[in-house]
């Protein structure tokens, strides 16, 4: 594959990724014990969900307010350790840093990479 197909508008591949965090956040508390707290719990489920959704709704139809609303998820997720006070747990809040940042990121690519795509509408 070359490296002008890998920053072309919208990859199938984003997609996948973005469906595999949505899953990954949302399962955190139970792979960390932390299930316990219905907060937490909630809070990584939500998260879980919304990106997950977000990242289907992308496959139907591409959307840039899709991807701002990744972005948010993946900071919101960044900064609820600090917010529901377990970022001094164990890898729990470890693994959300990471979680959000990836999905930041990605969410960012994708905002970068159909920045000039004409019918992104709002």
Known sequence: MAFKDFLKPHR???DGLGLLLGVTIGLTP???EEASV???VLNSAAVGL???LLAQLEIV???RWHEIAQLA???WLVVSPFIFDYAHKDYLGIWH???GGAVSALAAFELWQNRGVAGQGG
Do not use: D, T
Request: aromatic share 20%; charged share 10%.
């Open 30 to 32: 139970w792979l960390y």
């Open 73 to 75: 998820c993946g900071i």
């Open 38 to 40: 219905p907060a937490v």
């Open 12 to 14: 199938s591949w984003e």
């Open 61 to 63: 139809h591409l959307r």
């Open 97 to 99: 840093w990471i979680l």
């Open 50 to 52: 919304a990106v997950l």
